[in-house]
Structures are given as C-alpha cells and as structure tokens.
C-alpha cells in the first residue's frame, strides 16, 4: 500500500504545478522597450514593494499568480520594478535603476501601480491600489483596455 502510494502521489503533485510560471517579468527598462519595438505590444509596469506592502502581495497572489493573468500577460512586455524596504534584496545597479524609474514613472509614490507604456515608452494610462478583497475585475479591465 505504501509503494502504491509512493508511485501515486508524484502523478498528483503534477497535475497541481504552477500554471503561471511561464510569465517572465523584465528587470530592465531598455530592454523592455527593445522587445515592445520587436513584438509591438505595450510594456505593463508594475511598481511593488515586495517585502512591506501589503495589498502588493495580495495583488500577486489574487491576479499576478492566476491563470487568467497568465493570458493577459502574453498581450504585454512585463517590466517588474521592485522598491524593497530591505535594499540586500537587490544589488545595488538594480535599486539605482529601479528608484530612476520610480521617480520617471510613478510619480505619485503609489503601491501596487501598473503603468502602460508604448514602444517609445510613452505612459498611455494607469492603475493603483488594491483593497485586498479578492477583487481584481478593474485590475482586469485595466489590462483588457490597454493591450
């Protein structure tokens, strides 16, 4: 019973994997225009604070970590720009390249913030906050809207 058991649970654990761990997110702004040029799609910006912000974290769970945004995002060059309290999560080039756009791009100081971008790197509209209720249908709108 135990080696049944053994062969089986393996199979089970498969078919739970991560669906969305296909998303690849860029770090570098030059390098997400460069393939929104070749691919023309927009670049979606996303501004966290990925170790003290709360509804940034319930936003990757509720929609970042979803099938349904793992469709949305092939519409999208993602950019990913991370603004830790604790800067050892970044090597320093990293935080300095991230707090340049931070200051370009998010003027407000808002978290969580998705921003859209053209090929030119243009701002074309964009989104912040979270209630952290589970509801992402405007979030979802949002990327609907500007693909």
């Known amino acids: 019973m135990k080696l049944l ?8 654990l498969i078919g739970q994997a991560d669906t969305t761990s ?23 910006v ?4 990925s170790d003290w ?9 509720d929609l970042f970590d979803t099938e349904e945004f793992s469709e949305l995002s092939k519409s999208y060059v993602l950019l ?3 603004i830790p309290r604790n800067r050892d999560l970044l090597s320093e080039k990293q935080w300095n390249h991230n707090q340049e756009l931070f200051k370009k791009l998010n003027k407000k100081g ?6 859209v971008l ?9 989104y912040s906050g979270y209630g952290m209720t589970g509801e992402v249908s405007y979030h979802v709108k949002f990327l609907n809207k500007n693909k």
């Open 80 to 82: 990913y720009v991370d």
């Open 22 to 44: 296909d998303i690849v997110w860029l770090k570098d702004y030059d390098k997400a225009i460069e393939v929104s040029k070749k691919e023309n799609k927009n670049v979606l």
């Open 5 to 12: 058991l053994f062969l089986i649970i393996p199979f089970c």
């Open 46 to 49: 996303y501004f966290t604070g």
């Open 53 to 61: 912000c709360p509804p940034c974290k319930m936003l990757k769970r």
């Open 110 to 115: 808002v978290f969580p913030m998705m921003s």
């Open 118 to 126: 053209n090929e030119k790197g243009k701002k074309l509209d964009e």
